[in-house]
């Protein structure tokens, strides 16, 4: 299962845009890189999933280099409401599923 | 995406005790999971709940402590067994949807547990 790295801690203010790498080395070529949010007292939300290169939706951009060894987490214009903590996973591929290990997160801060 | 509900949404619990937690989903999905989440700390997974067999339990977690039900591919719980004050978490139930090739990890809202 592959071990991700991310900052336990970020600050931003209302109106930035806030961008969270997330490092895994040991990428398996099924895996692939999910990011959740979660706040106090809920469970996890899934905010955005990909393989390869870029993928946005509504809520995020994902960026994935070539060597899919890292992958950044864009949230544009952030509100206060952005404050949660955020976590990067790897696994997850049809034909062999891996589950889900979790580390430690990244705790964002959005100040006014 | 599939959703996911758990009853209770909380409990308070005395030693001893145990607790059965229930975790619905509104479509039929092949693998579910039941994570721990103690305070402050990130989420852990305790088992992966099986369709028609016994759980997969992860390392430091046992049948007898969490014994775990999934009689069919829309519900399963688990149960906290002789309680102590270090099984207060939140515990979540997790379930996987697949579209085409790709394989996306939703989860429930959780059972906040208290035991005093």
């Known amino acids: 299962l592959a071990k991700t790295t991310q900052p336990i801690s970020m600050d931003s203010y209302e109106g930035q845009e806030v961008n969270i790498t997330c490092s895994h080395n040991?990428?398996?070529?099924?895996?692939?890189i999910t990011w959740y949010q979660q706040f106090p007292s809920q469970g996890p939300r899934f905010i955005i999933q990909?393989?390869?290169t870029k993928v946005t939706n509504e809520v995020a951009s994902l960026f994935i280099p070539a060597d899919r060894k890292s992958s950044t987490l864009s949230l544009p214009r952030v509100s206060l409401s952005d404050t949660a903590v955020y976590y990067c996973l790897v696994g997850g591929l049809s034909g062999g599923y891996n589950k889900l290990i979790f580390g430690a997160g990244t705790r964002l801060a959005v100040h006014p | 995406s599939a959703v996911i509900s758990q009853k209770p949404s909380r409990d308070i619990c005395q030693r001893g005790t145990s607790l059965t937690i229930q975790c619905q989903v509104d479509s039929q999905v092949t693998m579910m999971f039941w994570y721990r989440q103690q305070p402050g700390q990130s989420l852990t997974l305790i088992a992966t709940?099986?369709?028609?067999?016994?759980?997969?339990?992860e390392s430091g977690f046992v049948i007898d402590k969490f014994p775990i039900s999934r009689p069919n591919l829309t519900f399963s719980t688990l149960t906290v067994s002789n309680m102590s004050p270090e099984d207060s978490s939140i515990y979540l139930c997790s379930v996987v949807e697949v579209t085409g090739y790709q394989e996306t990890q939703y989860f429930g809202p959780g059972t906040r547990l208290l035991v005093l």
């Open positions: 990909g393989y390869k």
């Open positions: 040991n990428i398996a070529t099924n895996d692939y």
């Open positions: 709940a099986n369709q028609g067999s016994e759980a997969t339990y």
